[in-house]
C-alpha cells in the first residue's frame, strides 16, 4: 500500500537559519513526489514535484528537494527560512494520470525572530 | 486566471442534517479530486472524476457520502444525515489530462470547512 511518513510534527527554526523537512515513502511503482504547503484557512499550494530526470528538483519560494531512491526520501530544503514560511507543510505520493495523491500527517513550521 | 473555487468557504450543521459541498474547477481541467482532512491530518482521498465518470470512489467512508459531476465540469460532495465524526475540510481539486499518460499535477481550492454539533 502507499504510504507517506512524515516524522517530524512540529520544526522550530530561527529566522536566516537552514530547513529540512523529511518525507518517506512507500510506494510499489514508479513514485511521483510531491510537497504543499498550507497556510492557515487556506489551500495547498504546490511547492515542487518530482517526476523523473535530475533527482534535485526546485521549486517557488526558494524551496528545493532531492529525491533519494536508495532511501525512499524525498526531503525538502531551504537554505534561509524567512517568517512568511512559517505554515504546515505536506509530502505527498501519486502514480500515473488519474491515481490519487495520498498525503503525509504534514509537519508544522514555525519560525522564531 | 482563476483557480479552484469551492464554496461555501464554512458550513454548521446539526447532527443528521444532509449537506453539499460545491466545487468549480479551473476552466478546462478535466481531472478533479475530493479530499477529506481531519483536523490535525493531511488530506485523505475521497473520490475521483474524469471529465462527468466518477472513476474511483474508493474514499468514501459510507454511503451517506454521494458526489456528482453531472456535467463534467462543476462538483457536488454531498452529505446525508451528518453525523459528528463527518467534521472536516473538504478540499476539491482539479488537473490537466495528459493524452499520454503520466504525471500530473493537481491544484486545489480553498477547502469547505464542514462543522457538524
Redesign the interface.
Known sequence: AQS?TQPDIHITVSEGASLELRCNYSYGATP?L?W?VQSP??????LL?Y?SGDTLVQGIKGFEAEFKRSQSSFNLRKPSVHWSDAAEY?C?V?G???N???????TILRVKS | GAGVSQSPRYKVAKRGQDVALRCDPISGHVSLFWYQQALGQGPEFLTYFQNEAQLDKSGLPSDRFFAERPEGSVSTLKIQRTQQEDSAVYLCASSLTRAAGGPYEQYFGPGTRLTVT
Open positions: 507517506v511521483y510531491f504543499y484557512g487556506q489551500g495547498l499550494q504546490l514535484k517526476f505536506f505527498a501519486g500515473n494520470y488519474g490519487k495523491l495520498v498525503f503525509g500527517a504534514g
